[in-house]
């Protein structure tokens, strides 16, 4: 499998595969927002868009990067995301890195949501897919977050080679800004778990797939041999 490791800025045109990481803390969110019932996650452009998807749909959970706000029903952390009840329902993400990664690849074949929680179901998925040239999003710091590129290379390396000891990426994880940021109060909207959780590798047996639903880029759980089948029913 030949593999690319991109920041958002350097995506010139779509690739046939992109794999989109976010792991501090979109996409470790995104994974715990399944977990906790939800049936499907609407990846929004903007806030104003969030706000309105929400204001259409007022059973809809919105959440976005930063402190609480007026309009949205919680904020991006997967140490808060894990007590919350979504069972059935839709939620609204918008974030400062990872949806827009994910947007910035919506016309790609494939488009996989990725993080430490679901990196072997991720890879499998690969596997499956028998996929040549896969793109990875290296969402953070302007494609330079250590967090992201650890987990992208874990993945594409286990995608190929399933015994990869994961220990080396994760203390990379463990020691990158975002994380010290996280655990030193810099950036709001946290929990105190929420490095630990964003760590945990595999808590999760599902890939994420986001497809395109008319005007909407939707990202769905999925599990088993046939994903993207099932991200798309």
């Keep these: 499998m030949n593999a690319r490791f991109l920041g958002i800025t350097e995506l010139v045109e779509a690739p046939s ?11 470790t969110v995104a994974a715990w927002a399944f ?9 929004a452009a903007s806030l104003d868009e969030a706000l309105a998807l929400k204001a259409r749909h007022p059973d809809w959970v919105a959440l976005k990067d930063g402190p609480p706000a007026p309009g949205f029903d919680t904020v991006n952390s997967p140490g808060l995301m894990r007590s919350i009840d979504l069972g059935g329902r839709t939620v609204v993400q918008k974030t400062t890195a ?15 949501c990725a993080s430490f929680v679901v990196a072997e179901a991720t890879a499998r998925l690969l596997r499956t897919n028998k996929s040549d040239s896969v793109t990875f999003v290296v969402t953070g710091e302007d494609g330079q977050a250590d967090e992201d ?5 874990y993945i594409a390396r286990r995608a190929t080679e399933a015994a990869t000891d994961a220990t080396g990426f994760l203390r990379r994880a463990g020691e990158s800004r975002a994380a010290a940021e996280l655990a030193e109060g810099v950036r709001q909207g ?3 778990d929420d490095v630990e959780l964003c760590l945990e590798l595999d808590r999760f047996p599902f890939a994420m797939v986001a497809t395109l639903d008319e005007s909407l880029m939707v990202l769905r759980a999925a599990a088993g041999s046939s994903l993207t089948d099932e991200a798309s029913s």
């Design 17 to 27: 595969v992109a794999v989109v990481v976010d792991v501090m803390r979109a996409f």
């Design 35 to 43: 977990a906790q019932g939800a049936e499907k996650i609407v990846l």
């Design 98 to 112: 990872g949806t827009v990664g994910a947007l910035a690849v919506k016309e790609a074949s494939l488009v996989l």
């Design 149 to 153: 590129l650890a987990c992208a290379q």
């Design 190 to 192: 946290v929990h105190s």
